[in-house]
């Protein structure tokens, strides 16, 4: 199933166990669903009503008004589920037509017709569904009835003589979805199959079905660590001349000062390059906002709510800053000026598509994410012109490729959003690289010709790309979330063939631990892939995970440098570091993630701790609520789930929801959680290190602290705990003095 989602509603969940095999291997023309679902896909006050409508009924032949269902539930079927929508279906009933196509791909309603009539039934648990098929090629039952038999999270109970078929009272409480009464279709032939089937909404529908999904996801590596999609970026160069990457993130463009000596590097980089004999290649610079520019973005899209003539103020702010930088780097010739005219003009032009927008968002009392997106992403357009025309002027061939006209991101949810760096509650959006590579190539071809012969000896030749915005495939803005900059550094270097990716920051690479929370910290100078993944995954801020993606699938080695320090070495980032490279001993670097709650589920002995787990890390799948440690008391059956502050409450209320069945049966003691945490981490090559485990206990009980959970990755590459949030700099300054610093003794 291709679809990018993992959980879908429960009619279409259930049906789509069985129709995905039929798909694969005969093709579907139409699909007719007759839908028959329980009280519960109501919730507990559905189940109730109709418990104490039927009870009401067998002592005083009366069923009391209904409060939940359109109609009385009790000796009744009601065929109304959701909202009439304009063609005389129900939004429950169009979903299933909308999700279907989504998750098997299907073609427009001209080519597949899919529909559903959804009625409620007065059973308590368990939906059930008869569906009829016309196939694209002859289907024989006998072979469906075999086919099925094998189909993962499928069970056939297709025995009429028996009286053997799908009932709900049967599949209620089981993870497989029932099938059967499977027989040829009259109305359709050789080409039309008609089967009943039976499914637990509150398990296949809204929890195993995520699961069991999100598993197939990661076989078929729909979403890998290291995506096919961009493994196969580099295939085919965008151009036949050699590339090179640099990307200066917003510290390093703090004002003018700092945009002229991330000039001067690629004007001294490119000197050194001519007195070679082989061809300077082109510049590919990418670029983050002025330093500080995108929060305030996103602090003037959420004043524009509520008060839109304050946010507007907060954008001129915007404006002056980048006015400023424009004038000290453009003004003084007359070239300089038409250029600085020129930059000042379209800066007033988006200024006011913002207003506009802003009081739109005033008016309407909401910010859609398209806007946001168009909003947060306005600094990386100006400061890119405003690089480009600065190059030019300084003698470079040099153009702009506003990044929201080649890079195509997938549609995020409106649960994506702008999460602050260091945070637990990060997103990143999916990028189209097939439809991302034939846009560029039409950009190189039709807009980059002042490139083409720029690098056969000539001056230095420079496309500024715009960092962190993209696009969605209907042309809408869209960014790549925070710390996109360097995703969009990767990705453009995965599209060009280029074998090193410069990040230029304000630090000497990265380091073994924050800096300003331990004042030993060093630089690491040869990390792996993975053990930068694990870095960043557990707080460290230099590096977004995502950004490494590109460069992992392609061999492409990132180097981490000084701006203000450019002869220092830096940090490299590479697939297969070199042992005589690597810094001994078994801990790189601590970590640390401020802001965490643990989210507890207290199952008692109602059922196995891997299905509380199983159930409760897929509803937050569902909520995108990022899981960044899970703990377990197997004879407790309770597990506790660590969590970003900011989605605690709509992390308890998700799992509330999902299991407010066993709430209502005490079958689950609660569900809360507890906040005033940090998560501290050690990364490294930990396998088969003895002590590792011991050193890092003892120095968090060195400064009195306690830990409240712990966990250690499979791939020994990490060990976390939980700590108290006011103690967690403490113990980080610690950990790291056993680890890594003279005299530590494991390290050495």
Not at 39 to 52: D, H, I, N, P, V
Not at 152 to 175: I, S
Not at 568 to 583: D, F, H, Q, R
């Amino acid at each position: 199933m291709d679809g990018a989602r993992l959980t879908w509603t429960s009619t279409t969940a259930i049906g789509a166990m069985a129709l995905w095999p039929i798909y694969k291997n005969y093709g579907l023309r139409k699909v007719i669903m007759s839908s028959y679902q329980a009280a519960s896909g109501a919730g507990a006050e559905g189940m109730t009503e109709l418990e104490e409508g039927c009870a009401s009924y067998a002592t005083t032949k009366d069923i009391p008004v209904p409060s939940v269902f359109a109609h009385p539930l009790p000796f009744n079927v009601i065929p109304h589920i959701d909202k009439f929508q304009p063609n005389g279906y129900t939004k429950e009933e169009m979903k299933v037509s909308w999700e279907l196509r989504k998750i098997f791909g299907l073609p427009s309603d001209d080519e597949v017709g899919i529909s559903c009539t959804a009625v409620r039934v007065p059973t308590l648990r368990a939906h059930a569904e008869s569906i009829v098929v016309e196939t694209e090629v002859p289907v024989d039952p006998d072979d469906v009835r075999e086919l099925l038999s094998s189909a993962p999270g499928v069970r056939v109970v297709d025995n009429p003589e028996a009286a053997e078929y799908p009932m709900p009272l049967n599949a209620a409480g089981r993870d497989d979805v029932d099938v059967g009464r499977i027989r040829r279709s009259l109305v359709f032939g050789e080409h039309g199959l008609e089967f009943f089937v039976c499914g637990d909404q509150l398990l296949r529908g809204a929890a195993l079905n995520a699961v069991l999904i999100a598993e197939k996801v990661v076989q078929r590596r729909l979403f890998p660590s290291t995506p096919p999609s961009l493994a196969t970026a580099n295939t085919a160069p965008i151009s036949s001349y050699p590339w090179q990457v640099h990307k200066f993130g917003g510290t390093a463009l703090a004002n003018a000062e700092a945009i002229r000596q991330c000039c001067s590097l690629l004007f001294d980089s490119h000197a050194e390059q001519l007195k070679s004999t082989e061809a300077p290649p082109c510049n590919a610079v990418v670029v983050s906002a002025l330093s500080g520019m995108t929060d305030l973005l996103l602090d003037c899209v959420n004043t524009a709510i509520d008060n839109p003539n304050t946010a507007v103020v907060q954008l001129d702010e915007v404006r002056r800053r980048h006015s400023t930088v424009a004038k000290a780097l453009l003004g003084g010739s007359a070239e300089g000026i038409a250029a600085l005219e020129a930059i000042e003009s379209e800066i007033d032009q988006d200024r006011a598509r913002i207003c506009s927008a802003l009081y739109t968002a005033g008016t309407m009392q909401l910010a859609p994410l398209p806007l946001v997106d168009y909003v947060a992403g306005i600094s990386e357009i100006w400061t890119a012109r405003i690089l480009t025309a600065y190059l030019q002027l300084q003698g470079a061939a040099s153009v702009m490729l506003d990044a929201r006209k080649v890079l195509v991101v997938d549609g995020a949810d409106d649960h994506h959003q702008l999460s602050a760096k260091g945070s637990v509650a990060g997103t990143t959006a999916a990028p189209l690289i097939l439809e991302t590579r034939q846009l560029l190539s039409e950009w190189w071809q039709n807009e980059a010709t002042v490139l083409h012969k720029a690098n056969e000896g000539g001056p230095l030749a420079c496309a500024v790309i715009t960092g962190f915005v993209a696009r969605s495939k209907k042309g809408a803005p869209s960014t790549l979330k925070r710390s996109g900059s360097d995703f969009s550094a990767t990705l453009f270097a995965s599209l060009l063939a280029v074998k090193e990716v410069t990040l230029w920051k304000t630090v000497d690479g990265v380091y073994t631990a924050d800096p300003s929370k331990v004042p030993n910290a060093f630089p690491i100078d040869v990390l792996s892939y993975d053990e930068a993944a694990e870095l960043a995954y557990f707080g460290g801020e230099v590096l977004h995970p995502s950004a490494m993606e590109p460069c992992a699938s392609n061999g492409i080695s990132l180097r981490v440098k000084n701006v203000n320090a450019p002869h220092k070495i830096g940090t490299v980032i590479c697939s297969s570091p070199s042992a005589s490279k690597t810094a001994p001993g078994a801990v790189k670097a601590v970590t640390s993630i401020n802001g965490i709650s643990l989210v507890d589920v207290k199952a008692q002995g109602w059922a196995t701790v891997a299905l509380v787990a199983t159930r409760a890390l897929a509803c937050l799948e569902q909520e995108n609520i990022r899981v960044v440690l899970v703990t377990q008391a197997s004879a407790e059956h309770s597990i506790s789930l660590a969590v970003d502050d900011s989605e605690s409450s709509r992390a308890v209320f998700a799992l509330r929801k999902i299991f407010e069945l066993e709430l209502l049966r005490d079958e689950i003691r609660g569900i809360g959680s507890r906040e005033g945490f940090a998560l501290v981490s050690i990364v490294g090559p930990m396998r088969g290190v003895l002590g590792t485990l011991v050193k890092m206990v003892q120095g968090v009980t060195d400064v009195g602290a306690n830990i409240f959970a712990a966990a250690q990755g499979s791939s020994e590459r990490s060990v976390s705990v939980i700590v108290a949030l006011d103690l967690a700099d403490a113990v980080v300054k610690a950990v790291h003095a056993n680890f890594l610093e003279s005299g530590s003794g494991l390290n050495e």
